[in-house]
């Protein structure tokens, strides 16, 4: 599909006499850029750059239908159809439990978790996933974004993923993520205990038709659900999670105070005396009723 793809873009160059060094002028990149998107070489187009491409040269639309078909050749079968459903939602609620969600990642968090993957077999194909990755956040910077919520389990705030200063920047950047008026990020805390969505990862994305998927993922296998029951019962499990995590706020206040002390990694005694802190400042016993409580943004049933 890559080939496919830049063959369409060289024949509609040159049907325009443009040369590559001009299109990419237009299109704001090199145009050595150009060269490899049509010869299917190095990194493959963002979606920005195929809608550019596609207004630059007339496609009337058809580089832009062409773009998910060359990325889906870089993702397990299993997520295709999931993120498929992501790109068209209005609205996204997820709990992470091991890893930051892909649409608040940092690229060098990207890269560092997507390493790690058993399927990955090439340098090329570990760059194209990255760049597909962050592809995804293009829509919570569009005019209309979707609405997003997020719970992630503290031990996600935790894990050094790349090394202390990835995660620092990672920290930094869920911090900023945060105070977006369409983005709400929630820690479900240790002292939660025990919760229906142990194990792994839940989303549930709602389209602006009200259609709603729910999708579960582990390492190495994901599944997604359409049965309209079924995902219902999902956002009971979603709600159960939420209202026993942390306020957003304070959620804040604990990334934050993460942050100062991810350079050095706090001691037991040190996440001891946070804690407390945090559940001083979310009003003690009401720690596990969190959340802001705005109905308006449940996850449809």
């Not at 009003?283 to 449809?300: E, F, I, T, W, Y």
Request: hydrophobic share 40%; proline share 6%.
């Amino acid at each position: 599909m890559g080939h496919l793809f830049g063959a369409r873009v060289l024949r509609l160059r040159t049907g325009l006499g443009m040369t590559q060094k001009r299109l990419g002028e237009i299109v704001r990149v090199e145009h050595s850029r150009i060269s490899q998107i049509e010869r299917a070489t190095g990194a493959k187009p963002t979606l920005p750059l195929a809608i550019a491409l596609d207004e630059a040269l007339g496609a009337d639309g058809l580089l832009v239908d062409l773009w998910p078909h060359v990325y889906r050749e870089s993702f397990p079968d299993w997520s295709r159809a999931y993120m498929d459903a992501e790109a068209k939602a209005a609205e996204i609620w997820a709990y992470m439990g091991h890893t930051v969600h892909g649409l608040l990642q940092t690229p060098d968090y990207a890269r560092a978790m997507l390493s790690m993957g058993r399927s990955l077999k090439t340098k090329e194909q570990l760059e194209e996933r990255v760049d597909a990755r962050l592809a995804r956040q293009d829509r919570l910077n569009s005019l209309v974004p979707p609405s997003l919520w997020v719970v992630l389990d503290e031990s996600v705030l935790m894990r050094p993923v790349g090394g202390a200063a990835i995660m620092r920047g990672q920290l930094q950047h869920l911090i900023a993520q945060a105070m977006k008026p369409h983005i709400t990020i929630q820690v479900l805390p240790f002292a939660a205990g025990a919760h229906p969505a142990m194990g792994g990862s839940l989303n549930i994305a709602t389209a602006p038709d009200g259609t709603t998927v729910a999708y579960t993922e582990g390492a190495d296998s994901g599944h997604l659900v359409e049965d309209p029951e079924e995902v219902k019962g999902y956002q009971v499990t979603y709600d159960h999670v939420r209202a026993h995590a942390l306020p957003p706020e304070t959620s804040l206040d604990l990334m934050r105070a993460i942050t100062e002390e991810n350079d050095r990694g706090p001691t037991r005694s040190q996440r001891r005396r946070l804690a407390q802190v945090v559940i001083q400042q979310s009003g003690g016993g009401r720690m596990l009723g969190g959340g802001r409580g705005d109905a308006r943004r449940r996850p449809r049933p």
